[in-house]
């Protein structure tokens, strides 16, 4: 069992990077497309993985789009509320 150990965690780190970017946001993914980081983490085994967590993964400021910043309700929007 110790000897597939470390296989077993490079394919579950894989499995978990591929949905990760099957499910990150087309815009948000950071230096290169996302059909290209998943074939990166299909073909290589832990560098793929690696790349993506450490420079693919969208962060705070790659998913930044015009919602963050603005009032989650309209009774929360001054300008809503003055049109009323």
């Known amino acids: ?28 993914v950071r230096r290169m497309p996302r059909w290209l980081w998943a074939t990166a983490i299909i073909c290589l085994p832990l560098l793929g993985p690696l790349g993506w967590l450490i420079l693919g993964r969208p962060n705070r400021a790659s998913r930044s789009d015009s919602s963050i910043g603005r009032p989650k309700a309209p009774d929360d929007d001054n300008d809503f509320l003055r049109g009323l």
Request: with cysteine.
């Open 1 to 28: 069992m110790g000897r597939y150990l470390p296989i077993m965690m490079m394919a579950l780190l894989a499995i978990y990077c591929v949905v990760e970017v099957a499910q990150a946001p087309t815009y948000a």
